[in-house]
Protein backbone atom coordinates (compact mmCIF):
# COMPACT_ATOMS: atom_id res chain seq x y z
CA UNK A 1 0.00 0.00 0.00
CA UNK A 2 1.48 3.36 -1.07
CA UNK A 3 2.23 6.14 1.97
CA UNK A 4 -0.52 8.12 0.03
CA UNK A 5 -3.45 5.46 -0.10
CA UNK A 6 -2.58 4.76 3.89
CA UNK A 7 -3.00 8.44 4.71
CA UNK A 8 -6.46 8.34 2.83
CA UNK A 9 -7.65 5.85 4.43
CA UNK A 10 -6.45 7.04 8.14
CA UNK A 11 -8.18 10.56 6.79
CA UNK A 12 -11.26 8.42 5.55
CA UNK A 13 -11.95 6.30 8.64
CA UNK A 14 -11.94 9.65 10.76
CA UNK A 15 -15.51 10.41 9.53
CA UNK A 16 -17.20 7.36 9.39
CA UNK A 17 -20.78 8.40 9.39
CA UNK A 18 -20.35 10.88 6.89
CA UNK A 19 -18.01 8.36 4.77
CA UNK A 20 -21.24 5.58 5.40
CA UNK A 21 -23.61 7.92 4.04
CA UNK A 22 -21.84 9.07 0.95
CA UNK A 23 -21.11 4.78 0.02
CA UNK A 24 -25.11 4.23 0.97
CA UNK A 25 -25.68 6.75 -1.33
CA UNK A 26 -23.44 5.74 -4.01
CA UNK A 27 -24.75 1.71 -3.31
CA UNK A 28 -28.34 2.86 -4.03
CA UNK A 29 -27.69 5.38 -7.18
CA UNK A 30 -25.63 2.37 -8.54
CA UNK A 31 -27.69 -0.25 -8.08
CA UNK A 32 -31.41 1.59 -8.74
CA UNK A 33 -29.92 2.91 -11.89
CA UNK A 34 -29.29 -0.96 -12.81
CA UNK A 35 -32.28 -2.03 -12.16
CA UNK A 36 -34.38 0.63 -13.63
CA UNK A 37 -32.72 0.09 -16.81
CA UNK A 38 -32.85 -3.21 -16.81
CA UNK A 39 -36.85 -3.29 -16.42
CA UNK A 40 -36.93 -1.03 -18.94
CA UNK A 41 -35.27 -2.43 -21.60
CA UNK A 42 -36.83 -5.83 -20.63
CA UNK A 43 -39.93 -4.59 -21.13
CA UNK A 44 -38.90 -2.48 -24.46
CA UNK A 45 -37.18 -6.40 -25.77
CA UNK A 46 -40.46 -7.94 -25.01
CA UNK A 47 -42.19 -5.58 -27.08
CA UNK A 48 -39.93 -5.56 -30.15
CA UNK A 49 -39.83 -9.54 -30.18
CA UNK A 50 -43.76 -9.38 -29.83
CA UNK A 51 -43.76 -6.99 -33.13
CA UNK A 52 -40.99 -8.86 -34.94
CA UNK A 53 -43.18 -12.15 -34.09
CA UNK A 54 -45.83 -10.61 -35.60
CA UNK A 55 -45.00 -8.25 -38.79
CA UNK A 56 -41.53 -9.33 -39.02
CA UNK A 57 -38.41 -7.19 -39.35
CA UNK A 58 -38.90 -5.23 -43.13
CA UNK A 59 -42.06 -5.20 -44.86
CA UNK A 60 -41.63 -4.68 -48.36
CA UNK A 61 -44.63 -2.89 -50.48
CA UNK A 62 -45.88 -0.43 -53.05
CA UNK A 63 -43.45 -0.67 -56.15
CA UNK A 64 -41.51 2.56 -56.73
CA UNK A 65 -41.78 4.07 -60.42
CA UNK A 66 -39.84 7.00 -61.36
CA UNK A 67 -41.65 9.89 -62.83
CA UNK A 68 -40.61 12.59 -65.78
CA UNK A 69 -39.19 14.94 -62.43
CA UNK A 70 -37.19 12.36 -61.25
CA UNK A 71 -35.37 11.13 -64.06
CA UNK A 72 -34.69 14.68 -65.63
CA UNK A 73 -33.10 15.51 -62.43
CA UNK A 74 -31.39 11.46 -62.54
CA UNK A 75 -30.13 12.76 -65.88
CA UNK A 76 -28.50 15.98 -64.61
CA UNK A 77 -24.80 15.60 -62.84
CA UNK A 78 -25.73 19.04 -60.75
CA UNK A 79 -29.07 18.33 -59.99
CA UNK A 80 -30.99 16.31 -57.19
CA UNK A 81 -34.71 15.80 -55.71
CA UNK A 82 -34.38 13.80 -52.54
CA UNK A 83 -37.83 14.11 -51.62
CA UNK A 84 -40.83 11.94 -52.27
CA UNK A 85 -42.37 14.52 -54.99
CA UNK A 86 -39.99 13.31 -57.44
CA UNK A 87 -41.20 9.21 -56.98
CA UNK A 88 -44.52 7.36 -57.77
CA UNK A 89 -45.35 4.67 -55.71
CA UNK A 90 -47.90 1.66 -57.33
CA UNK A 91 -49.38 0.08 -54.50
CA UNK A 92 -48.84 -4.03 -54.28
CA UNK A 93 -46.24 -6.39 -55.01
CA UNK A 94 -46.91 -7.68 -58.83
CA UNK A 95 -44.59 -10.61 -59.26
CA UNK A 96 -44.27 -11.55 -55.46
CA UNK A 97 -42.55 -15.01 -56.45
CA UNK A 98 -40.00 -13.21 -58.24
CA UNK A 99 -39.69 -10.48 -55.89
CA UNK A 100 -39.14 -12.95 -53.27
CA UNK A 101 -36.37 -14.91 -54.78
CA UNK A 102 -34.60 -11.95 -55.23
CA UNK A 103 -34.73 -10.81 -50.94
CA UNK A 104 -33.90 -14.53 -50.47
CA UNK A 105 -30.24 -13.67 -51.97
CA UNK A 106 -29.61 -10.84 -49.18
CA UNK A 107 -27.39 -12.58 -46.57
CA UNK A 108 -29.48 -11.45 -43.81
CA UNK A 109 -32.68 -12.94 -44.65
CA UNK A 110 -33.76 -15.87 -43.15
CA UNK A 111 -37.23 -15.93 -44.56
CA UNK A 112 -39.93 -14.15 -47.51
CA UNK A 113 -43.82 -14.22 -46.94
CA UNK A 114 -46.10 -12.96 -49.41
CA UNK A 115 -49.27 -11.91 -47.90
CA UNK A 116 -52.83 -10.98 -49.21
CA UNK A 117 -54.80 -8.78 -47.15
CA UNK A 118 -58.20 -7.06 -47.43
CA UNK A 119 -60.89 -5.66 -44.99
CA UNK A 120 -63.85 -8.01 -44.67
CA UNK A 121 -66.77 -8.40 -42.09
CA UNK A 122 -66.97 -11.98 -40.32
CA UNK A 123 -70.66 -12.80 -38.83
CA UNK A 124 -71.01 -15.64 -36.15
CA UNK A 125 -74.44 -16.34 -34.31
CA UNK A 126 -73.33 -14.29 -31.99
CA UNK A 127 -73.17 -10.90 -33.64
CA UNK A 128 -70.64 -9.53 -36.54
CA UNK A 129 -67.48 -8.05 -36.52
CA UNK A 130 -64.99 -5.79 -39.02
CA UNK A 131 -61.48 -7.61 -39.15
CA UNK A 132 -58.89 -7.96 -41.90
CA UNK A 133 -58.24 -11.37 -43.62
CA UNK A 134 -54.29 -12.10 -44.33
CA UNK A 135 -53.77 -15.34 -47.40
CA UNK A 136 -50.48 -16.72 -46.41
CA UNK A 137 -48.39 -19.40 -47.34
CA UNK A 138 -48.00 -21.48 -44.00
CA UNK A 139 -44.83 -22.71 -44.23
CA UNK A 140 -43.41 -18.99 -45.26
CA UNK A 141 -44.89 -17.28 -42.80
CA UNK A 142 -43.72 -19.38 -40.17
CA UNK A 143 -40.19 -18.19 -41.12
CA UNK A 144 -40.78 -14.85 -41.05
CA UNK A 145 -43.08 -14.48 -37.86
CA UNK A 146 -43.85 -16.45 -34.17
CA UNK A 147 -46.90 -17.47 -35.17
CA UNK A 148 -46.10 -21.49 -34.59
CA UNK A 149 -45.32 -19.99 -31.15
CA UNK A 150 -48.90 -18.55 -30.91
CA UNK A 151 -51.56 -20.75 -31.30
CA UNK A 152 -53.26 -21.00 -28.39
CA UNK A 153 -56.17 -23.37 -29.29
CA UNK A 154 -56.29 -25.53 -31.85
CA UNK A 155 -53.17 -27.39 -34.43
CA UNK A 156 -51.68 -25.55 -37.32
CA UNK A 157 -51.33 -28.81 -38.77
CA UNK A 158 -55.22 -28.92 -39.08
CA UNK A 159 -54.94 -25.41 -40.22
CA UNK A 160 -52.28 -26.06 -42.54
CA UNK A 161 -54.20 -29.30 -43.90
CA UNK A 162 -57.84 -27.93 -44.18
CA UNK A 163 -59.85 -26.55 -46.60
CA UNK A 164 -62.05 -23.58 -45.82
CA UNK A 165 -59.67 -23.40 -42.25
CA UNK A 166 -58.75 -20.09 -40.51
CA UNK A 167 -56.72 -18.59 -37.97
CA UNK A 168 -58.38 -16.22 -35.35
CA UNK A 169 -57.06 -13.93 -33.44
CA UNK A 170 -57.78 -14.45 -29.44
CA UNK A 171 -60.21 -10.95 -29.01
CA UNK A 172 -61.77 -11.37 -32.28
CA UNK A 173 -62.77 -14.90 -31.15
CA UNK A 174 -64.25 -14.40 -28.02
CA UNK A 175 -65.98 -10.60 -29.38
CA UNK A 176 -67.69 -13.55 -32.06
CA UNK A 177 -67.99 -16.12 -29.16
CA UNK A 178 -66.04 -18.96 -31.40
CA UNK A 179 -64.32 -21.22 -30.34
CA UNK A 180 -62.04 -24.27 -32.10
CA UNK A 181 -64.20 -25.88 -34.53
CA UNK A 182 -66.91 -23.36 -35.04
CA UNK A 183 -67.70 -21.83 -38.41
CA UNK A 184 -68.37 -18.24 -39.23
CA UNK A 185 -69.50 -15.98 -41.91
CA UNK A 186 -66.80 -13.93 -43.96
CA UNK A 187 -68.34 -11.33 -46.38
CA UNK A 188 -65.72 -9.36 -49.01
CA UNK A 189 -66.52 -7.98 -52.74
CA UNK A 190 -69.99 -8.52 -52.54
CA UNK A 191 -69.75 -12.00 -52.17
CA UNK A 192 -69.81 -14.40 -48.86
CA UNK A 193 -68.67 -17.98 -47.39
CA UNK A 194 -68.36 -19.97 -44.66
CA UNK A 195 -65.23 -20.86 -42.74
CA UNK A 196 -64.08 -22.88 -39.96
CA UNK A 197 -62.35 -21.75 -37.06
CA UNK A 198 -58.86 -24.37 -37.64
CA UNK A 199 -57.35 -22.44 -34.46
CA UNK A 200 -56.95 -19.75 -32.39
CA UNK A 201 -53.86 -17.30 -31.71
CA UNK A 202 -53.17 -15.05 -29.28
CA UNK A 203 -50.03 -12.46 -29.72
CA UNK A 204 -50.13 -10.23 -26.80
CA UNK A 205 -50.65 -6.96 -29.02
CA UNK A 206 -55.11 -6.44 -28.59
CA UNK A 207 -54.93 -4.57 -31.94
CA UNK A 208 -54.03 -7.57 -33.95
CA UNK A 209 -55.51 -10.27 -31.99
CA UNK A 210 -58.94 -8.00 -32.31
CA UNK A 211 -58.72 -7.55 -36.98
CA UNK A 212 -56.63 -10.42 -38.19
CA UNK A 213 -57.73 -13.87 -39.33
CA UNK A 214 -54.89 -16.08 -41.18
CA UNK A 215 -56.09 -17.97 -44.29
CA UNK A 216 -54.58 -19.94 -46.31
CA UNK A 217 -53.51 -17.87 -49.41
CA UNK A 218 -55.23 -19.28 -52.78
CA UNK A 219 -58.44 -19.50 -50.20
CA UNK A 220 -57.65 -15.18 -49.96
CA UNK A 221 -57.07 -14.67 -53.43
CA UNK A 222 -60.76 -16.33 -54.26
CA UNK A 223 -62.66 -14.28 -51.49
CA UNK A 224 -60.71 -11.25 -51.88
CA UNK A 225 -60.92 -11.46 -56.06
CA UNK A 226 -57.54 -11.19 -56.76
CA UNK A 227 -55.83 -13.87 -58.68
CA UNK A 228 -52.39 -12.69 -58.37
CA UNK A 229 -49.92 -10.27 -56.76
CA UNK A 230 -49.53 -9.51 -53.05
CA UNK A 231 -49.97 -6.67 -50.90
CA UNK A 232 -46.66 -6.73 -49.20
CA UNK A 233 -43.85 -8.90 -49.08
CA UNK A 234 -42.87 -9.86 -44.90
CA UNK A 235 -39.10 -9.88 -44.23
CA UNK A 236 -37.49 -12.04 -41.53
CA UNK A 237 -33.99 -11.60 -40.33
CA UNK A 238 -31.18 -12.87 -38.78
CA UNK A 239 -29.93 -10.09 -36.90
CA UNK A 240 -32.67 -7.68 -36.90
CA UNK A 241 -30.39 -4.74 -35.40
CA UNK A 242 -29.90 -4.10 -39.20
CA UNK A 243 -32.99 -4.03 -40.64
CA UNK A 244 -32.52 -0.26 -41.21
CA UNK A 245 -29.33 -1.03 -43.81
CA UNK A 246 -31.11 -4.14 -45.71
CA UNK A 247 -34.20 -2.54 -45.84
CA UNK A 248 -32.73 0.94 -47.72
CA UNK A 249 -29.98 -1.77 -49.97
CA UNK A 250 -33.51 -3.78 -50.70
CA UNK A 251 -35.51 -0.23 -51.68
CA UNK A 252 -32.35 0.37 -54.27
CA UNK A 253 -31.75 -2.53 -55.87
CA UNK A 254 -35.76 -4.10 -56.32
CA UNK A 255 -37.06 -0.70 -56.66
CA UNK A 256 -40.05 -1.65 -53.85
CA UNK A 257 -40.52 0.54 -51.00
CA UNK A 258 -38.95 -1.31 -47.87
CA UNK A 259 -39.71 -0.34 -44.18
CA UNK A 260 -37.64 -1.47 -41.35
CA UNK A 261 -39.46 -1.81 -37.88
CA UNK A 262 -37.52 0.69 -36.52
CA UNK A 263 -38.96 2.85 -38.66
CA UNK A 264 -42.62 1.44 -38.28
CA UNK A 265 -42.52 1.12 -34.89
CA UNK A 266 -40.69 4.63 -34.05
CA UNK A 267 -42.99 6.35 -32.19
CA UNK A 268 -43.14 3.42 -29.77
CA UNK A 269 -39.53 3.20 -29.37
CA UNK A 270 -39.04 6.90 -28.70
CA UNK A 271 -41.54 6.48 -25.84
CA UNK A 272 -39.14 3.22 -24.63
CA UNK A 273 -36.34 5.66 -24.50
CA UNK A 274 -37.81 8.43 -23.48
CA UNK A 275 -38.82 6.44 -20.36
CA UNK A 276 -35.50 5.03 -20.13
CA UNK A 277 -33.68 8.69 -19.71
CA UNK A 278 -36.14 10.34 -17.27
CA UNK A 279 -35.71 7.11 -15.20
CA UNK A 280 -32.02 6.85 -15.62
CA UNK A 281 -31.91 10.67 -14.49
CA UNK A 282 -34.14 10.26 -11.32
CA UNK A 283 -32.19 7.34 -9.61
CA UNK A 284 -29.15 9.48 -10.34
CA UNK A 285 -30.35 11.61 -7.75
CA UNK A 286 -29.14 9.19 -5.03
CA UNK A 287 -25.39 9.78 -6.63
CA UNK A 288 -25.82 13.34 -6.93
CA UNK A 289 -26.50 13.22 -3.06
CA UNK A 290 -23.78 11.36 -2.59
CA UNK A 291 -21.51 13.79 -4.49
CA UNK A 292 -22.29 16.26 -2.35
CA UNK A 293 -22.38 14.09 0.79
CA UNK A 294 -18.24 13.73 -0.28
CA UNK A 295 -18.14 17.43 -1.23
CA UNK A 296 -19.01 17.84 2.42
CA UNK A 297 -17.01 15.40 3.88
CA UNK A 298 -13.92 16.25 2.46
CA UNK A 299 -14.48 20.14 3.48
CA UNK A 300 -14.88 19.59 6.60
CA UNK A 301 -11.89 16.74 6.87
CA UNK A 302 -9.42 19.57 4.95
CA UNK A 303 -10.53 21.79 8.10
CA UNK A 304 -9.71 19.28 10.75
CA UNK A 305 -6.58 18.27 9.63
CA UNK A 306 -4.87 21.45 8.80
CA UNK A 307 -1.88 20.92 11.00
CA UNK A 308 -1.76 17.19 9.63
CA UNK A 309 -1.90 18.93 5.90
CA UNK A 310 1.20 21.21 7.20
CA UNK A 311 3.23 18.37 8.80
CA UNK A 312 2.98 16.53 5.45
CA UNK A 313 4.08 19.69 3.57
CA UNK A 314 6.52 19.96 5.81
CA UNK A 315 7.65 16.73 5.40
CA UNK A 316 8.18 17.32 1.62
CA UNK A 317 5.02 16.12 0.28
CA UNK A 318 3.85 18.22 -2.67
CA UNK A 319 0.97 19.83 -3.58
CA UNK A 320 -0.28 16.64 -6.21
CA UNK A 321 0.38 14.62 -3.25
CA UNK A 322 -1.96 16.06 -1.06
CA UNK A 323 -4.76 16.14 -4.19
CA UNK A 324 -3.74 12.51 -4.59
CA UNK A 325 -4.29 11.84 -1.00
CA UNK A 326 -8.02 13.30 -0.82
CA UNK A 327 -9.01 11.96 -4.13
CA UNK A 328 -7.53 8.51 -2.64
CA UNK A 329 -10.65 8.83 0.03
CA UNK A 330 -13.32 9.34 -3.19
CA UNK A 331 -11.78 6.66 -4.70
CA UNK A 332 -12.39 4.21 -1.80
CA UNK A 333 -15.41 5.14 -1.45
CA UNK A 334 -16.36 4.64 -5.24
CA UNK A 335 -14.84 1.31 -5.74
CA UNK A 336 -16.86 -0.44 -2.31
CA UNK A 337 -20.06 1.71 -3.40
CA UNK A 338 -19.75 0.34 -7.60
CA UNK A 339 -18.35 -3.16 -6.49
CA UNK A 340 -21.30 -3.56 -3.93
CA UNK A 341 -23.89 -1.50 -6.12
CA UNK A 342 -23.64 -3.74 -8.97
CA UNK A 343 -23.95 -6.64 -6.47
CA UNK A 344 -26.86 -5.03 -4.43
CA UNK A 345 -28.27 -4.14 -8.31
CA UNK A 346 -28.14 -7.69 -9.83
CA UNK A 347 -29.55 -9.02 -6.84
CA UNK A 348 -32.54 -6.60 -6.98
CA UNK A 349 -32.72 -7.25 -10.67
CA UNK A 350 -33.18 -11.33 -10.01
CA UNK A 351 -36.31 -10.26 -7.71
CA UNK A 352 -38.02 -7.85 -9.89
CA UNK A 353 -37.90 -10.72 -12.53
CA UNK A 354 -39.62 -13.11 -10.22
CA UNK A 355 -42.23 -10.92 -9.17
CA UNK A 356 -46.15 -11.57 -11.15
CA UNK A 357 -47.11 -9.07 -13.17
CA UNK A 358 -50.22 -9.82 -15.94
CA UNK A 359 -50.31 -7.34 -18.81
CA UNK A 360 -52.13 -7.56 -22.04
CA UNK A 361 -52.26 -4.37 -24.67
CA UNK A 362 -49.24 -4.36 -26.48
CA UNK A 363 -47.28 -7.17 -25.63
CA UNK A 364 -47.86 -10.06 -23.49
CA UNK A 365 -46.33 -10.86 -20.00
CA UNK A 366 -47.21 -12.79 -16.57
CA UNK A 367 -44.09 -11.74 -14.76
CA UNK A 368 -41.72 -8.82 -14.87
CA UNK A 369 -39.19 -8.96 -17.64
CA UNK A 370 -35.49 -7.51 -16.70
CA UNK A 371 -32.20 -7.62 -19.30
CA UNK A 372 -29.24 -8.21 -17.48
CA UNK A 373 -26.93 -6.04 -19.96
CA UNK A 374 -23.23 -5.10 -18.86
CA UNK A 375 -23.73 -1.72 -20.73
CA UNK A 376 -26.25 -0.68 -17.97
CA UNK A 377 -23.46 -1.87 -15.14
CA UNK A 378 -20.81 0.32 -16.77
CA UNK A 379 -23.14 3.54 -17.37
CA UNK A 380 -24.29 3.15 -13.88
CA UNK A 381 -20.62 3.52 -12.69
CA UNK A 382 -19.48 5.78 -15.16
CA UNK A 383 -22.45 8.12 -13.58
CA UNK A 384 -21.03 7.74 -10.19
CA UNK A 385 -17.39 8.06 -11.01
CA UNK A 386 -18.21 11.24 -12.81
CA UNK A 387 -20.20 13.10 -10.49
CA UNK A 388 -17.99 11.99 -7.21
CA UNK A 389 -14.56 12.49 -8.81
CA UNK A 390 -16.01 16.51 -9.44
CA UNK A 391 -16.87 17.02 -6.48
CA UNK A 392 -14.34 15.95 -4.51
CA UNK A 393 -11.88 17.72 -6.48
CA UNK A 394 -12.90 20.79 -4.92
CA UNK A 395 -11.60 20.35 -1.55
CA UNK A 396 -8.77 18.01 -2.88
CA UNK A 397 -7.72 20.95 -4.69
CA UNK A 398 -8.16 23.62 -1.65
CA UNK A 399 -6.18 21.41 0.92
CA UNK A 400 -2.94 21.49 -2.01
CA UNK A 401 -2.91 24.99 -1.76
CA UNK A 402 -2.56 25.27 2.27
CA UNK A 403 1.04 26.50 2.92
CA UNK A 404 2.83 25.18 6.37
CA UNK A 405 3.84 28.85 7.00
CA UNK A 406 0.05 29.75 6.94
CA UNK A 407 -1.10 27.00 8.81
CA UNK A 408 1.51 28.34 11.85
CA UNK A 409 0.54 31.81 11.28
CA UNK A 410 -3.30 31.12 11.44
CA UNK A 411 -3.99 32.85 7.91
CA UNK A 412 -4.86 29.48 5.93
CA UNK A 413 -7.98 30.19 4.05
Known sequence: MSPNLRIAFRFLTAKKR??????????????LFIVTQATTSGFEKIFTDTLLGINGAIRIEDRIQDTMTSMA????????????????????????????????????????????????????SFKAEDAQVLGINVEDHVRVSKLAEQITG???????????????????????QLTVGDSFSVA???QSRRLKVSAIFETGYREVDKSNVYVLLPEARSLLQRPSGASYLQVGLRDPARAPLDAQRMKEILQHDAKPWQEREKTWLEVFRALSLSTG?????FTLIASLAMFNTLAMIVI????????????????????????WQAGIVLAIGAVVGAAFGRGVTWL????????????????????????????AIATAVVMVMIASLIPARRAARLEPGDIVRGTAQ
Not at 305 to 326: C, H, P, V, W
Open 154 to 176: GDLDNFRSATGGALVGRVLADRL
Open 281 to 285: ITVSV
Open 188 to 190: ARG
Open 352 to 379: VGQMPLHITGIFKTDRFIVIVDPNHYLA
Open 18 to 31: AMFMSLACTILGVG
Open 304 to 327: EKTKDIAILRSMGYERRDITRIFL
Open 73 to 124: AAGSADFFIANRDGVKYIEGIEEPQRLAEAVREFPNVIGVSAVVRGNVQFTS
